[in-house]
């Protein structure tokens, strides 16, 4: 060469945590791994470094075993042997919402900090795809790169990567996101294993690294050649120096050096000199690829899992930490402590091979777990906060209500005024078991309490139509902090009710009380006919075969055939889906379907649907032997069983009496294996391209794929929704953890939502069957069909779609006075272009933290006010490090421009 070259040996392992083996099978050969490390370091000085892997979660678990070495874990770290973060766990973030992926940032740097500072490397290693906001995540964490390895290229079996055509002219680019940030870009070309294993022996290294070093040089933009030293839960190479002494033995014109990424980022930056390269725009979902190997049915692999991650997340975030700060403002103390550990508890479903549902079976077992430890802290916090600010609301209004008036606070902790159908369960009445009257008696008490002649009220003394369950007599306890539990017998009820502008991040007061006397108008209906739901927007009417026909009153346009159903064959795997060559998809067209009202209120109307659908009960005999053969996924040649089974599927479909869309409620009993079930919303619409919800962004996508892309099935990600929109008219579609859809090419641009899919092997390098992964049994989805003007954001269809992920908060208290207002609203904000993500506190300063994103790529402004006892507002990143104070409007609201699909962070110091 006549340019000096340089070989960056990096040493590393790549650690998922659980995928083909379980967790604690890993686990013990990390320890292994790591007892080795410190072995290495502490006896060789030119073993220089190692990189781990770029998460802080691989430190507690190493420890959890090996307490003794923390000292000697700490003095490497601190010397700089040993390179840690910048994140907790290496995510998913197609799969992971926004908020997850900035917890995990500082939750990583937060753990980090306790032994050095944080590695400032993006580090992306096998990421299934990467969201277009990652530079700009990674620019507002102090992080000007990002290594990773999938997204602009294509892979295939086993990981192996396919010669041809990048997005990039190098392995070395600019990546830019969607609102401008730009940020140094280092493809894994040749893999994060391409310096893996490197021999001693000098005939072995001769050929190793005549074949390495020309594989490096096809993509490098300089002579600083990258070279990975590990793999997959790879043992450390103890004997890498001498094969390093070997290497400069055999190419005296190529300097071999045991790098780091810090220091090999200074030379790159030293030999690019300012060169001009390749710029990379927007998401990396390996668009230009064949389509075989994205791994993007991960998305629907174990719907199950992204469900539960979905209610997990939307607890945490979106109720928990909203909750939290409210009742922080009142004086409880604001717990860091729990939600650290309910979001480490969490985030540890979050690595790619475990949200993602490929794994074996043990592994997602364990996940469920975990899940409901996260929720089951998350809903503490929740209980513990709502009854701080519901005993703080000053509900003596419905003092005038005389006997027992029973109050219920609606909180709404959505970034934007809401309504909706809310339902909350009541003690009528209470009898405590301390006062000695026996089991008996207190029950008889209980069940003779009279619930007659009460109605719901709203503040201004206005009723409100209400639905009330008597749920009988039943046991409770209350656990007070300074005493023993304290059993009690009562009478329950359930009340359901339309909550009718509630304030953002805030709350209304209503209260069950007795009111004799009071007339009442026959109840309304949004019931027109057997099978029509209808109010002052939408008009339902549903056919013979469940589906439905939908018309948006405000522009007269009409969806029709909406709600089929869709099953196909599956002969692929846990990462891919593949529909057997010359098979049909069925449908639920033409089955007839037993179709009965099941609610009918003031507030809301449903109708329930079922169907008995018979499909093949698996794939035929030929896939168990293509499995066990090895045969990539996309040669294989298995058909259908002609043998059927019975999915017995039930839907409801409801309309509220101020509802903007129509909810759809799916719940499938699976009997079959290797199939997958879709629901299908045709639009009619004509549109080349449709909106997503991704990670602090709605990205624009080709309903068309590239030319390069051969796979029949064009599926992708979504998160809280997918939209098609034209001239005039548009259609989103909500979910709840259903994170795969598919804009079908059928001359309608259909909305194709995956419900389920069931397969039986994990699929990648080898045969590992996953039975479980066929999920037979029942499952339920829900979505919400919202039409809209063509304009998502601004007719506030993505606001509804955004809302629909999050519950409501309701909470019972008493009659009392409180420094709350019983319309309670600590906030006001406009921007219309604006999705509100987040409301918490900092743990070092105290500040309310509040976040934004711009939908839009036009700029916006944040209009910002609060009654709340403040000194200043200021902006901050993600890493939420306190800034300068910015100057307010003579009204003392902050006025503050939004760049496009800028992420805004503002805090707010109290005073």
């Known amino acids: 060469m006549s ?32 007892d080795a490390l410190l072995d290495k370091l502490d006896g060789d000085s030119a073993f220089r470094s190692f990189y781990l892997d770029g998460q802080t979660i691989i430190l507690e678990d190493y420890l959890q075993v090996r307490p003794e070495n923390k000292e000697r874990l700490e003095q490497h770290i601190r010397a700089g042997r040993i390179l840690i973060g910048p994140w907790y766990i290496l995510q998913d973030a197609f799969l992971t919402s ?71 002219s ?3 680019l600019i990546w830019e996101g969607p609102d401008g940030s730009k940020v140094l870009g280092i493809l894994f070309a040749n893999w994060y294993s391409n310096g893996n294993e490197v021999p001693v022996d000098e005939a072995e290294a001769k050929a190793f690294w005549d074949r390495k070093l020309s594989d490096a040089e096809k993509y490098a933009a300089t002579g600083e050649l990258l070279f990975m030293n590990g793999c997959d839960h790879q043992p450390l190479q103890l004997d890498l120096p001498e094969a390093i002494r070997t290497a400069e033995k055999l190419y005296p014109d190529t300097k071999f050096i045991h790098s780091n990424f810090p220091d090999y980022l200074n030379e790159l930056d030293r030999a690019l000199d300012g060169r001009e390269l390749s710029t990379v725009k927007g998401e990396l979902r390996s668009q230009r690829n064949d389509g075989w190997g994205t791994l993007v049915n991960t998305a629907s692999a174990r719907v199950y899992l992204k469900q539960m991650n979905q209610e997990g997340q939307a607890l945490l975030e979106k109720v928990a930490e909203p909750l939290a700060s409210v009742a922080h403002l009142l004086g409880k103390a604001y717990p860091h402590h729990l939600f650290t550990y309910a979001w480490k508890t969490l985030m540890q479903n979050h690595p790619h091979d475990s949200i993602c549902g490929c794994s074996v079976d043990e592994v997602h077992r364990e996940m469920v777990t975990r899940f409901e430890k996260s929720r089951h802290v998350a809903e503490a916090l929740i209980d513990d906060s709502k009854q701080v600010i519901a005993d703080a609301v000053n509900t003596s209004v419905f003092a005038a209500y005389g006997e027992e008036p029973l109050p219920v606070i609606a909180m709404n902790t959505t970034g934007w005024t809401r309504t909706g159908t809310v339902t909350v369960e009541l003690d009528a009445a209470r009898l405590y078991l301390r006062e000695g009257l026996g089991v008996e008696e207190t029950g008889s008490r209980m069940k003779a309490v009279d619930l007659s002649g009460r109605e719901l009220v709203d503040t201004e003394g206005n009723t409100v139509p209400c639905t009330v369950e008597d749920l009988g007599l039943l046991f409770g306890y209350d656990l007070p902090d300074d005493k023993f539990r304290q059993p009690y017998m009562c009478r329950k009820v359930k009340l359901t009710f339309l909550a009718q502008d509630i304030p953002a991040l805030g709350l209304s007061a209503y209260a069950w009380v007795r009111r004799d006397g009071q007339t009442t108008d026959k109840p309304s209906s949004l019931l027109t006919g057997d099978k029509v739901l209808e109010n002052g927007s939408l008009k339902v009417e549903l056919a013979e075969d469940g589906s439905f026909t939908l018309t948006d009153k405000a522009n007269g346009k009409t969806y029709r055939d909406l709600g089929i159903y869709e099953d196909t064959g599956d002969i692929g795997n846990e990462y891919m889906y593949r529909q057997p060559e010359g098979t049909a998809p069925l449908t639920t067209k033409g089955l007839t379907a037993d179709i009965r009202v099941l609610e009918d209120t003031p507030y809301r109307a449903s109708l329930e649907v079922n169907h008995t659908w018979n499909v093949p009960v698996s794939a035929d005999e030929k896939l168990d032997e293509e499995q066990r053969e090895l045969v990539y996924f996309p040669h294989r040649k298995a058909g259908r069983s002609n043998e059927l089974t019975t999915l017995a599927l039930r839907t409801v479909i409801s309309l509220e009496a101020a509802g903007k869309g129509v909810q759809i409620e799916t719940t499938i009993n699976n009997t079959a294996k290797d199939h997958r079930v879709r629901a299908l919303f045709p639009t009619d619409i004509e549109a080349s391209t449709l909106s997503v919800d991704s990670m602090f ?130 906030f006001q904000w406009e921007g219309a272009e604006l999705a509100f993500s987040s409301l918490k506190m900092n743990q070092e300063t105290g500040d309310l933290l509040l976040r934004w994103y711009n939908m839009s790529d036009e700029a916006a402004e944040l209009t910002l006010g609060t009654d709340i006892p403040h000194e200043h507002f200021y902006k901050t990143t993600i890493l939420e490090e306190a800034a300068a104070p910015l100057s307010k409007s003579a009204a003392g609201c902050l006025s503050l421009p939004v760049a496009p699909c800028e992420i805004t962070t503002v805090g707010i110091r109290r005073a």
């Open 3 to 34: 340019k000096q070259r340089t070989a960056h040996i990096i040493s590393h392992t790549h650690w998922d945590r659980e995928w083909y083996l379980p967790y604690e099978k890993h686990h013990v050969r990390l320890v292994e791994l790591v």
């Open 697 to 826: 962004e709605v990205a624009e996508r080709d309903i068309v794929p590239a030319p390069e892309w051969e796979n029949p099935s064009n599926t992708q990600h979504q998160q809280a929704f997918v939209d098609v929109s034209g001239e005039g008219a548009g259609l989103t579609v909500a979910n709840l953890g259903l994170n795969e859809y598919e804009v079908l090419r059928d001359g309608r641009n259909t909305i194709a939502i995956t419900l389920l899919r069931a397969v039986g092997e994990l699929g990648d390098w080898g045969l590992f069957p996953t039975p479980e992964a066929q999920c037979l049994d029942t499952y339920t989805a829900r979505m919400e069909l919202i039409p809209h003007s063509g304009d998502g954001i601004l007719s506030g269809a993505y606001t509804e779609a955004y809302q629909f992920q999050i519950p409501w908060t309701v909470c019972q208290t008493g009659v009392h006075e409180g420094p709350l207002a019983p319309v309670y609203k600590p």
């Open 98 to 168: 926004g908020e997850a992926n900035v917890r995990n940032m500082q939750i990583g740097h937060q753990d980090a900090k306790k032994y050095s500072t944080p590695a400032k490397i993006g580090y992306f290693p096998d990421t299934f795809g990467l969201v277009g906001q990652t530079p700009q995540l990674m620019k507002q964490s102090g992080i000007n790169n990002v290594f990773f390895g999938r997204g602009v290229k294509p892979t295939g079996f086993n990981n192996t990567v396919s010669e041809g055509d990048y997005e990039s």
């Open 170 to 172: 190098f392995s070395e």
